[in-house]
């Protein structure tokens, strides 16, 4: 089984600064790893597939990076309503498996 | 529109049972894989279970195994999750979850809540 690891746990980082978010896998996932980003009351919207395919409509702000246990979620450009929680998901075997979640907050 | 809308959730004794849906529109449901996920309050997601396009494959999370039973309805356009001997761990909100591509999931529902409390 393998286990998703997020880092930090919470980033406070102020509008219009660049937020990196870190996904660590306890063994290889090739790239097969999807970034999700939840707001309070909302279901999760993926941001980002293959480690670093953004599906249409996701703005550039949005990149991904990383393959095999190493990964990265980058916001270029934090706008206001970037500020929720972001949770990477490997679906390279089963079971599947989510990172803990980054909160990403207003500093 | 494209959308999965998710029904059943409720509140259950422990040991007991429940069944939630899902129904999807706007696409063709049949050519897609599904999985549910689950999120306890305040917590993170949970991967619960995957079925198939043609319900030839079904996996579960550990956590559910033996306990929950996926399955789908192609004429319906519609995927269930039958659980039984719930437990106060079960209380979560549950999304089902369009599989699109080789395994991330790109429609959710907005959820259904499912408390289990005596």
């Known amino acids: 089984e393998i286990v998703m690891t997020q880092s930090p746990a919470t980033l406070s980082v102020s509008p219009g600064e660049r937020a990196t978010l870190s996904c660590r896998a306890s063994q290889s996932v090739n790239i097969n790893l999807a970034w999700y980003q939840q707001k309070p009351g909302q279901a999760p919207r993926l941001l980002i597939y293959g480690a670093s395919t953004r599906p249409t409509g996701i703005p550039g702000r949005f990149s991904g990076s990383g393959s095999g246990t190493e990964f990265t979620l980058t916001i270029s450009s934090l706008q206001s309503e970037d500020f929720a929680v972001y949770y990477c998901q490997h679906y390279n075997s089963w079971p599947y498996a989510f990172g803990q979640g980054t909160k990403l907050e207003i500093k | 529109e494209v959308q999965l809308v998710e029904s059943g959730g409720g509140l259950v004794q422990p040991g007991g049972s429940l069944r939630l849906s899902c129904t999807g529109s706007g696409f063709t449901f049949s050519v897609h894989s599904m999985n549910w996920v689950r999120q306890a309050p305040g917590k993170g997601l949970e991967w619960v279970s995957y079925i198939s396009l043609g319900s030839t494959t079904i996996q579960y999370a550990d956590s559910v195994k033996g306990r929950f039973t996926v399955s789908r309805d192609r004429a319906k356009n519609s995927l269930y999750l039958q659980m039984n001997s719930l437990r106060d761990e079960d209380t979560a909100v549950y999304y089902c979850?369009?599989?699109?591509?080789?395994?991330?999931?790109?429609?959710w529902g907005q959820g259904t809540l499912v408390t289990v409390s005596s």
């Open positions: 979850a369009r599989e699109y591509g080789s395994g991330w999931n790109d429609i």
